[in-house]
């Protein structure tokens, strides 16, 4: 509404300029008026200035004396044309702005069903997630996480893809989907790796991968952790915090097709974080890298998405506001046995979950 009466104040800045300042003509910029609106205001407001420019210029004749002049048939005819060419802008404009709103609505619905909803707590783990993408028009870009629960545990999977914009999101989608079938189909979590690198390979182009980190978690504590290309997980264990040695790394998903799990283990109480590259190879102005040991006790001491929030919030404060990298953060943590009261993550203390869920659906 303020811009909508700046203009028409303007209109009548013009129009003052013309009545007091002798020797000069402002007729034919009245036009300007309507042609700015055009590509600011709406139809209405256009149409409105476009009729009170021409009006004006038509008035002028009462200060300018030259009704019967060519000149001013001139001005006033310059004036209605470009009324009217700011009106088919403002047209134009209005639709077009329309139809990307329906885009935007579309590819909003189809980017959200790529983020996994996981659940808050299943079968004695609680869980957080968060996922920041450097695209401020996209929600999600290149990296992905995922959990499952199945007869035999959970299973979890964080991944970065090469590359930005929609192949990386299409190679997001192929990596979720063979992720989620070979986690209910194979018992070995070496199986469903290769299943995903399998899908990699048949999908992405000649210089394409994903490195991605599995992590199998057995009812016992038991972790089976696979390490295609990607950081280790970080294992939070009562004020101690130390990355989870990877005994045989493989290349990245699309490169390689055999792996090899490392067995590790967690107790009750303990949190696992895993993240994407876009965490610890964040930089400063100075280009100094981001130190994620130097928020490990924040790790431990709140619910779990209080921890991502102030992970998230001093990745921010050290970047300055503008991530230059997607950033997929997945945090588990192993509960108490079913039947005692724990505190889930964001949430009251409840009774600890006693069965499977299957859990993974996109929203």
């Known amino acids: 509404m303020a ?3 700046g203009l028409l104040g303007l209109l009548g800045l013009l129009v003052a300029a013309d009545v007091v300042i002798p020797g000069i003509d402002l007729t034919g910029f009245y036009g300007l008026v309507p042609l700015l609106a055009s590509a600011t205001s709406s139809t209405l407001v256009t149409v409105v200035a476009g009729f009170a420019a021409v009006a004006a210029a038509v008035a002028s004749d009462a200060w300018d004396r030259w009704f019967d002049t060519g000149q001013h048939v001139a001005a006033g005819v310059l004036v209605a044309v470009q009324g009217a060419v700011a009106i088919y802008v403002a047209v134009t404009r209005r639709r077009r702005e329309r139809e990307l709103g329906r885009a935007r609505a579309v590819a909003e619905v189809a980017q959200r069903a790529l983020l996994p ?4 707590a299943v079968d004695g783990i609680a869980f957080a997630a968060r996922y920041l993408s450097a695209t401020a028009e996209t929600l999600v870009g290149g990296d992905l996480y995922e959990v499952v629960t199945v007869s035999g545990g959970t299973r979890m999977i964080i991944g ?3 590359g930005k914009g929609l192949p990386a999101v299409r190679l997001t989608t192929v990596v979720l989907g063979a992720f989620r079938e070979g986690a209910v189909h194979y018992p070995e979590i070496e199986r469903v790796a290769a299943a995903c690198a399998r899908a990699v390979s048949r999908e992405a182009g000649a210089e394409d991968f994903v490195t991605a980190l599995l992590v199998d978690i057995e009812p016992d504590g038991t972790l089976r952790m696979i390490s295609a290309g990607h950081p280790p997980p970080i294992l939070l264990s009562g004020d101690s915090a130390r990355p989870l ?9 699309g490169i390689a097709e055999d792996f090899t799990a490392t067995i590790s283990s967690w107790g009750l109480g303990d949190r696992l974080l895993l993240f994407t590259d876009g965490l610890i190879e964040a930089r400063d102005s100075n280009r100094t890298f981001f130190s994620l040991e130097d928020h490990f ?4 001491a709140a619910t779990l998405d209080t921890v991502l929030d102030a992970l998230v919030a001093h990745l921010h404060g050290h970047v300055g506001g503008n991530l230059h990298d997607d950033l997929a953060l997945l945090i588990a943590e192993r509960l108490p046995a079913p039947g005692r ?8 203390p409840v009774s600890a ?3 499977a869920i299957s859990v993974g659906q996109g929203e």
Do not use: N, Q, R
């Open 245 to 253: 040695a990877i005994i045989e790394p493989s290349p990245p998903l």
């Open 341 to 348: 009261m724990i505190a889930v993550s964001g949430g009251p």
């Open 297 to 300: 006790s924040e790790l431990a």
């Open 160 to 162: 970065d893809v090469k």
């Open 117 to 120: 909803v996981v659940p808050a």
């Open 353 to 355: 979950p006693e069965s």
């Open 3 to 5: 811009a909508d009466g």
